[in-house]
Every structure is written in C-alpha cells, then in structure tokens.
C-alpha cells in the first residue's frame, strides 16, 4: 500500500525548530488534515493541540542523533506536568512506580492531593525524571490512592477471615467542617500470636448522640468486614455509646482512661486543687506571653539550676488534660528558685509577685503531684498497644486503690483527693457481663494469673467461669478435637524463670503413606469397646486437665503474648480462649488517636473532601505500611 504524502507546517505559523521534523497528512483536496501531527522520520502520529512540548520529548527520544536544533539545557524552559491520559513521553514499569510513591507520600504525610499540582512538587519531580507526567489530582484520588486502597482492605479483610475473635473501640467526633465522625478499630491476635490493630474506618454518622444510629453504623462496619462473632467494645463511656452496645448485644467496656481522667477532675475541682491549679496557670501563661520574663527565667536557670534543668520550659496545661496539670505543676516546682529569681528581678517591670504560690499554696502543689504520680504511671501502662490491656484493668485499679489508701499524717488535701479518686475507681465496672470478662482477662495473663489482688469469693467467680468456657469450647467443637499428650516438668536452672515443659510426642508411624496399616488408628474410636470407651473423658473432664494444668504454673513477669505462645500445644483450648481476652484493650486511645489524625485530613484547605475520601486516607495512613 502506498504511504500516505506528508505536509510540512506552514512555515509562515511555524515558530519552533520542531516543525521541520514533522507535519501533516495530504487529504484527498491536497489540504493537510490538521487534527493530527505525523512525525516525518517514523510516522508516530500525535494529536494537534498547538503545543510542541510533547513533539520534542518524541525526537529527543526515539531521534536524538538527527535533533540537531534541540535546544540547550540553560536555554531550554521548564517542561510542565501532563495530565493524566495524554501522550506521555515516558511510560511502563517506572513511571507506574513513581506515581505510586507520590500516592503513598500523601497518605503518609496526610498531605491535600492539591500538593502533587504545586509548583514547587512539580520542579522537585521533575529536577528527578523530567520525562515523567504527573498525573492530576482526580487520578491520583480516583485511581492510585483509590488503588492503594482496595489492596490494603482485601489484604486486611483475609487475615480477618482467618481471625476467630475481634475486639473493637469506637470514638465520635466533629470534624472541621462540622460533619459528625465515627471511628472505630479493630484488636485481635493473629495465628502467629502477634498482636494486631488497625483501623477499619472512619464514616459520617447522623445524629450521633442517638444510640440507634452509632449501633447501625457499628452493625454496618462488622458487616462490611466479615466479623462473624459479636465483639467486644471499648467506649469512652458516653450515653449513646454504651445505649448502642446493649442495642447490639455486645460486651462493652468503659476507657478505663477516661475514668482515670473523670475521678482526677473531680479531685481536681476540689476548692484548694482548684485554686492552686489556676495560679500556676496564670504563671505558666505570663511567662509564655512575654519574651522579656522567658528571657530572665533563662538566665537565672543558667546560674541557679543543675546541668539538667537549665534548659527546660515551663509547661502549659490543657485543662481537660490531667496529666498536663501534673506535669505543669511538677515543672514549676522544679524550677521553683529561678522563677522567684526572675519574678524578683528588675528587668520585669510589670509585677509578678502576685502570681507566685504562697507557702501553704506550694506544699498544696506537691501534693497534689503526690496523688497524681501513680495514676500517671497507671495511664502509661494501658496506653501500650503492643501488650495486651484488658487484662491490666482490675490489676491497676487495685494498684491505684493501694497507692491511695488514706493515712493518718496525710493532710486534708490529700484525704480529700485520695478519697475522691478511690470512690470513683470502686464504682467503675459494675456490670455482671463486664466484671466477669475482666475476671476472665485478669486470669489468663501470666502475671496476675493467681489473681492475689481479688478477693476469694471473685478468685473462685474468675476460675468457675473459665473452667466452664473451657468445656464450653470442648463440647460444641469450637476447637479441634483435641489429645492430651503426656507432659513432663523441665528442670530450672532459674527458679525464678517460667515453668517449662516438655510434651511426649507419640512416635510416628513405621507404615508408609498409602500402606492399609497406615490408617488403622482412623478406626479406633468405632472399635473401642463399652468399657474402654466409658474411660474416654467428658467435655468437663477434659477442661478440668487442662484447667489443672494450668493453675499448677507459677506466675511470670513477662510478655502474656509470648509466654502463651510458647504453650500453646500445652493448653489447646486456653490458648485459643486467651487470644479472645487478651487482644482488648482497655483504653479508646487507638479510635481517639486516628480523630487527631483526622484533624489534619480535614483542614481547612480539605474541608471539600467527601467523607468516603476521608475514610481512605485515615485507612491508608493508619495501616498502609502493615497491610501494603
């Protein structure tokens, strides 16, 4: 077939060197069909848009050694982004590569798509690879991140397939553009025993003070995800919250966080607390708004103060915050002799005396660090997301209750906040249901497992009901079937170390696979006589063994994670029930956490974001490195 005759450009329109490589097919009036652009040397068509850009990115790569009138790197302009879907001059594998690093860097960075557009984005990826066309922001949503997505959910949605109990917490919030916000995660021990938590997502809810509507949207997300079994729920406590749990049938949990933070108000708020509080305040807030007082602090810490305190800053409390106040409080009485130095010092003109404490006031304020130094140790410990927390609830409130037992030389103050922190920590958990997954927990954990810090009557309730969930499982074979082999006691060199044992293994079969004798012992149990099988144990019997077993083991100071993984063949049905306790944490931190993230997805260069946007960023950024 004969090619077709090229045209050239019209010269007198023709302002680029380009040109003279290309132009345009002759129709069958001898015109040129301007709606495409053909190159003269191989024939590449591209369609006519007036724009030479993408007409010199084809000759410098498929004709380099014919451009001759290629322009200089110091003459040439800044090539700009190509959107997404036009002719790129640079494709495959490596271009598919970057464009998903860019949509990973904004999820990570929670960064508006709008930045991979800027200018100064658009330099940085081209001073990298000036061929690469930066895809628009729609593409980058709708397709990469969107991508990113749908992989990470159906990576996350097959290990919760293989995941027999989930717990979840839950939090509500308002977003910046005032849309009412539910999250909620998901805690559960995988196959490995490795502690997990991810959050599922996070969606707009109508009403969110109705208990109906939370229940629906947490019916909707167990759903969507294949949770098979009712989870346990961590709550902040809140009405509708604890109202949408009973809806659902489900056991909820109180943060034990935010009862902490709710009994320390209370102390708090106490005529003498209250006042000491808020002059420190008033201190803290002068010398943050004035650089003359900050600047004299200074100084008097360079000569009064050890090595360690000279260049530390007074501490602004959040009120709703207790261990802020603590630590504002524990700051200033550090720092005590430089800030009366600097209140007494000419330089500051404006009086301060007036907001130093008083004798009475100060020795107020030590007390008051006092009380709350073990609540803040207290709060440390249920805030760790690697170990499991449910199980830490009734140990720590026994703590708290030891660490404040009111005593004879303490001073009215201290009565007073002790007592006010005791009477909430001995109302907390009075739900039956709940009080006895935390007597459940509390057992199964390696260190508290003798529960010494129960009473008798609730050391008997705690090994009653798990006995009968070890029967439980055995007799609906919610486990496999299972056969107790025959164990025995490792000798310690370290009496203080955990128990060890060694499990007698059968020896295998001497039959090759495929032998009739290799299948024998499938007939066992039809061929067993009355007698011998009245001797097979019943589902009690065996949890009764398994139950002896393991109140016989001292407790360990240790990983409960790592320590049941390591007798797992031991306790087949225990070590199953302990995944189901162990993963519930006892604090809504996790849901609250991803709320703050949230607060940056939506500022307010985002607040246009549909929520189904929102929901795979937080997804993506909260879980993208485990699930990718």
């Known amino acids: 077939m004969e090619e077709r005759r090229i045209m050239s450009f019209p010269s007198r329109r023709a302002k680029s060197s380009v040109w003279k490589y290309y132009g345009f097919y002759e129709n069958e009036e001898g015109k040129p069909e301007m709606a495409k652009v053909i190159c003269k040397m191989c024939r590449a068509e591209y369609k006519y848009t007036g724009n030479t850009s993408t007409l010199a990115h084809h000759l410098a790569r498929a004709h380099s050694d014919m451009y001759v009138d290629r322009p200089s790197a110091s003459a040439s302009a800044k090539p700009q982004p190509i959107k997404q879907g036009s002719n790129l001059s640079f494709q495959g594998e490596q271009s598919f590569h970057i464009t998903k690093a860019i949509g990973e860097f904004l999820t990570a960075n929670l960064l508006p798509v709008s930045t991979a557009s800027s200018p100064k984005f658009t330099n940085l990826i081209w001073a990298l690879q000036p061929k690469y066309a930066i895809p628009d922001q729609s593409h980058l949503m709708d397709n990469v991140i969107d991508e990113m997505y749908s992989e990470c959910k159906t990576n996350l949605e097959k290990e919760l397939q293989q995941t027999v109990d989930v717990a979840v917490t839950t939090d509500t919030w308002t977003s910046t553009s005032d849309e009412n916000m539910l999250t909620v995660t998901a805690h559960y021990i995988n196959q490995d025993w490795i502690m997990k938590q991810f959050v599922l997502q996070t969606r707009t809810v109508e009403e969110p003070d109705s208990g109906e509507n939370v229940a629906e949207e947490l019916r909707s997300v167990i759903t969507e995800w294949g949770i098979t079994k009712n989870p346990t729920v961590v709550t902040d406590g809140t009405s509708n919250a604890t109202h949408a749990s009973q809806i659902l049938e489900w056991v909820n949990i109180t943060c034990l966080a935010h009862i902490l933070n709710d009994a320390v108000a209370r102390a708090l708020s106490l005529d003498e607390a209250s006042k000491v509080v808020a002059r420190g305040r008033k201190l803290v807030t002068y010398f943050h ?44 009485l550090l720092l005590k002799p430089a800030i009366h130095a600097a209140c007494l010092d000419p330089v500051i003109k404006y009086a301060t005396k007036h907001l ?186 065996k949890a009764l063994i398994e139950m002896e077993r393991y109140t016989a083991e001292e407790q360990h100071r240790g990983d409960a994670i790592e320590w049941w993984k390591a007798r797992e063949m031991l306790y087949p049905v225990l070590s199953q029930i302990a995944k189901k306790y162990l993963c519930i944490p006892a604090t809504s931190v996790p849901g609250e956490q991803a709320f703050s993230t949230t607060g940056l997805t939506y500022s307010q260069q985002r607040k246009c974001l549909e929520s189904s946007n929102v929901d795979k960023l937080i997804f993506l950024n909260k879980n993208y490195d485990e699930l990718k």
């Open 289 to 332: 708004k004035s650089p003359l007082a900050t600047n004299a602090l200074l100084r008097k810490q360079e000569t009064m103060l050890p090595d360690s305190a000279k260049s530390l800053k007074l501490i602004q409390d959040v009120p709703k915050r207790w261990n802020t106040t603590h630590d504002m409080l524990t700051r200033i």
């Open 356 to 541: 130093l404490w008083e004798s009475k006031e100060q020795t107020a304020a030590e007390e008051i660090v006092q009380v709350l130094e073990p609540l803040k140790t207290a709060a440390a410990v249920l805030c760790e997301q690697k170990s499991p927390t449910a199980s830490l609830i009734l140990p720590v409130i026994a703590k708290i209750k030891n660490q404040l037992t009111t005593r004879a030389n303490d001073s009215s103050l201290t009565n007073k906040m002790k007592t006010t922190i005791v009477a909430d920590m001995n109302k907390s958990y009075p739900e039956k249901q709940t009080r006895a997954l935390l007597l459940v927990a509390s057992a199964l954990d390696c260190r508290f497992k003798n529960l010494n810090f129960l009473s008798e009557t609730e050391q008997s309730e705690a090994h009653n009901i798990l006995l009968n969930e070890v029967a439980t499982c055995i007799a609906d074979g919610s486990v496999d079937e299972i056969e107790y082999l025959p164990i025995k006691r490792i000798k310690q060199e370290d009496p203080s170390g955990p128990v060890g044992y060694e499990i007698e293994c059968p020896q295998p079969s001497s039959s090759a696979p495929g032998d009739a004798a290799c299948y024998d012992c499938w007939f066992d149990d039809v061929n067993l006589s009355k007698e011998d099988r009245a001797k097979i144990p019943s589902a009690n019997e």
